[in-house]
Each structure stands twice: as structure tokens, then as C-alpha cells.
């Protein structure tokens, strides 16, 4: 992202909402409501509807990096990417048993050609679908199928607010079909990647819960498979070493599961990372692989979602860091202020040196200086730039947490940057 920067961006209201969030003196209570259309991130409409936020540039750019780290991060763990459509027949979900346990959640249907169809609540009766597609070996196993699709729940308009409750939800999605067997160790490598991904974005968890069925739920009747599950991810809790709280009637109608909960400012929790168990839908979609011995199987189904939604969880990074992002995740990485016009052409240049490496940078040229670095705080790095940094290649840094460093030759200091970028660090500086 490249462009110059005019004084008009740096409104007043915005420069005073900056410096309280620099200066800690809104240090407890974020809301990413606010935060998020003041910042320009995201925004609403009643012409798009209730529930249906949209994205502006810079929260396009917080998300789009998001996704591209998880999905790396999935590749390297062995993960398999899949498309699959956001309708799916009633049919398919009378199956999944989403249609008898959570219809109350779901869109209603629409009709199609003589079919009906709906729009999904969840991804999982098309990873079903899409495994059943192939004939699978033990050898296969474990399968590790991953999407970042969209999926739609029917939420009532009084729960609706911002990011947080909406009606199209981007989901950080993935189901992996293995044996009886490697459950604990692929339930255990899930929540390896929640925590280096927590890690990354500087969240802490609030608790790990274990999630089980209630009195009065809609639950799928399956006592043994539902005491097995629950067994399963006991013991990937226990060995992980974490400390956790089971709760009844938090579980997925098909199954227990390992949430990961987050707070805000005012400690309302939410949960953001989720591991399950699933024995239900290999049975209902007849999913099965072939074993060593020649005979078919049914494999187990470990639902697990790293970030959660994009919308859920670019929410809580908002009130957790106050719009002041990690650098890897911030929609300007750095800002060059030219001293005066003289320094603008170097400036310039600098920027576009940024851009071939891969960091998102911007020009701020006009006002005083004074002014445009109070308009800049929230971006990890100011690169000043005057007559004796023109003249010697060398820039002035200023870090946003208020560290000024001496000046030092420009490809040193975007080299450094571009490493702890590279390494999602957040850290500013080594």
C-alpha cells in the first residue's frame, strides 16, 4: 500500500482518540464498535442490513494478513485446502443432523429447481461430502482438510453488535478424518497451533473449557460415543499440561469439545478456538477407509478452527490492542515523514523500497511534523527523514511504543523491520 497522506486524514477527534490510546489512558475498555469505524476498519449499513458488516481498507488489510498466517500456518502442519459452495440441499443437513438439533439457528429454506436449499451454518456436511468423494486408505490417515469459508446462522437482531454477532461469518475452518488412534495426537497438534497463533497476535486465553452436553439439550442421543469423545479430549487436556474447566451444556450438539475463551476489557468471555470430537456425522454420512487388513472402517472426525471467525477475531484484537496491531498485522507497517519538501523525493523513495519488500508503507508530507507524527501513532514505525538522512541514505526511527532510535543506514533498519515482520514478532525492535 502505497500513497501520500494529506493532513485532512489526521482530523482532530482522531489525533485525540490516538493519543489516549497510545498514552494508556483508555487502558481496560476498548469497544471495537467505536474503535473499529473510527479507525476506519469496518462499518455498517441499514441498506446491507443488520449483521452484515463491511470491510474498509485498512480492516481489509488486518483480515486479508489473518487469513494468509493461518493458512500458511495449516499448510506447513499438513493441512489440505478445499473450496466449498456456502448452499447445500435441506437434504444434506437432515443428514449432518443440523436440521433437527439447530434449525432455529439456520436461514429459512429457499426453493430452487424443485429442490430445496439453505444457506450452511456450518462447513462440515461438505468436508463430509467432499471426503466421502474418494476412496481413502489407512495410509491416508490422518486426512486434514481446511477451508476459510462463509457460513450464515439466522441470529435474532437484538444479539446482533458489530463484529462480535453477525449474520455471514467467515470461519477458519477444519475437519480431520483419522483413526481411533491418532485422535489425542491430532486433537494435541490442534491446539499446538492455537497457541502459536495466540502467540503471534499477543493474545492471551482467558481459560480452556471443556465443553460437555446438558440436561435438556438438543444433543445427539449417542451416550457411549459422547463418553469416548469426552474421554478423548480429557486426556489431549491432561497431557497438554493445561489447566481447564469442564461445563455442562456448552458442547456441540454432535459432540464434546475444547474451547478456548478469551475476555474483553470488562471480562465478558467469548470463545474463539474450538477442538472437537466428532463420532456422529462419520456414521451419518457412512464415511469409511480401508484398513490394513482389507476391511472398511469408519474414521473419526476432529473438527478444529484456530482463529475462529475472521469477524470474532478481528474484534477481540481491536479491544485487546486498541487498534495499535502487531506490525505484522497493522494495515500501515511504517510511515515516512520527510522534514520538509527537499527530503519528499527520497521519502518516496524509501516507500517504494518498502513496497518490493513486501511491508505496507505511506508517505505523510503535509502539516507540521509535530502533527503528522501524533497522526502516525498508531503505525509500528515512523521513518523521519531530513537533509543529513537524504543526503547519507539513512533514516531517523521512531518506534510507536516511544523509543527513538539513532540514524542508521535505510536498508538496515527496513531489513530488520522486514525480519520481525516476516517472523510475526511483536516485538518492534531486536
Not at 323 to 351: C, K, N, Y
Amino acid at each position: 500500500m502505497l500513497f501520500s497522506r494529506s493532513s485532512g486524514a489526521g482530523a482532530p477527534e482522531l489525533r485525540r482518540v490516538v493519543t489516549r490510546l497510545i498514552t494508556g489512558e483508555e487502558t481496560t475498555m476498548h469497544d471495537h464498535r467505536k474503535l473499529g469505524r473510527e479507525l476506519g476498519l469496518f462499518d455498517t449499513d441499514p441498506l446491507i442490513g443488520a449483521g452484515l458488516p463491511y470491510w474498509l481498507p485498512d480492516g481489509a488489510v488486518v483480515r486479508h494478513t489473518l487469513e494468509e498466517y493461518i493458512r500458511e500456518a495449516e499448510r506447513r502442519a499438513g493441512y489440505r485446502h478445499v473450496y466449498s459452495p456456502v448452499l447445500g440441499k435441506r437434504e444434506l443437513y437432515e443428514i449432518s443432523g443440523h436440521w433437527a438439533h439447530y434449525r432455529d439457528d439456520m436461514f429459512p429454506p429457499m426453493d430452487l429447481g424443485g429442490e430445496q436449499v439453505v444457506l450452511r451454518p456450518s462447513l462440515c456436511p461438505h468436508h463430509a461430502v467432499i471426503y466421502r468423494s474418494r476412496s481413502h486408505s489407512y495410509r491416508e490417515l490422518p486426512l486434514r482438510l481446511a477451508e476459510l469459508g462463509g457460513m450464515y446462522r439466522s441470529e435474532l437482531s437484538g444479539v446482533l453488535g458489530g463484529l462480535t454477532r453477525v449474520r455471514a461469518i467467515q470461519l477458519n475452518d477444519a475437519h480431520i478424518f483419522c483413526t481411533l488412534e491418532q485422535v489425542a495426537d491430532e486433537a494435541s497438534a490442534a491446539l499446538e497451533l492455537i497457541r502459536n497463533a495466540y502467540a503471534a497476535m499477543g493474545i492471551r486465553p482467558a481459560r480452556y473449557r471443556l465443553s460437555l452436553a446438558g440436561e435438556g439439550g438438543k444433543y445427539v442421543a449417542a451416550p457411549e460415543k459422547w463418553q469416548r469423545a469426552a474421554e478423548l479430549l480429557t486426556e489431549v487436556l491432561e497431557r497438554s499440561g493445561l489447566e481447564y474447566e469442564a461445563v455442562e451444556g456448552e458442547a456441540a450438539f454432535y459432540g464434546p469439545k475444547i474451547d478456548v475463551q478469551v475476555a474483553d476489557g470488562a471480562g465478558r468471555e467469548s470463545t474463539l478456538s474450538t477442538v472437537q470430537v466428532d463420532f456422529h456425522q462419520p456414521e451419518q454420512f457412512d464415511l469409511h477407509y480401508i484398513g490394513a487388513d482389507g476391511a472398511k472402517h469408519r474414521p473419526v472426525m476432529v473438527h478444529r478452527s484456530i482463529i475462529g471467525s475472521a469477524e470474532r477475531a478481528v474484534a477481540h484484537l481491536i479491544e485487546l490492542h486498541g487498534g495499535a496491531f502487531p506490525a505484522w498485522l497493522a494495515p500501515t507497517q511504517l510511515v515516512v515523514l520527510p522534514i520538509s519538501d527537499a527530503e519528499l523525493p527520497q521519502a518516496e523513495r524509501l516507500a517504494q523500497q518498502c513496497l518490493e519488500l513486501g511491508l505496507r508503507a505511506e508517505v505523510s508530507a503535509h502539516g507540521s511534523l509535530g502533527a503528522r507524527i501524533r497522526d502516525a501513532r498508531l503505525v509500528p514505525y515512523q521513518a523521519i527523514i531530513g537533509a543529513k538522512e537524504a543526503a547519507e541514505d539513512q533514516v531517523s526511527l521512531r518506534l510507536r511504543d516511544g523509543q527513538r532510535l539513532d540514524p542508521q543506514p535505510a536498508a538496515e533498519a527496513l531489513s530488520q523491520i522486514t525480519d520481525l515482520v516476516a517472523n510475526r514478532s511483536t516485538a518492534l525492535w531486536s
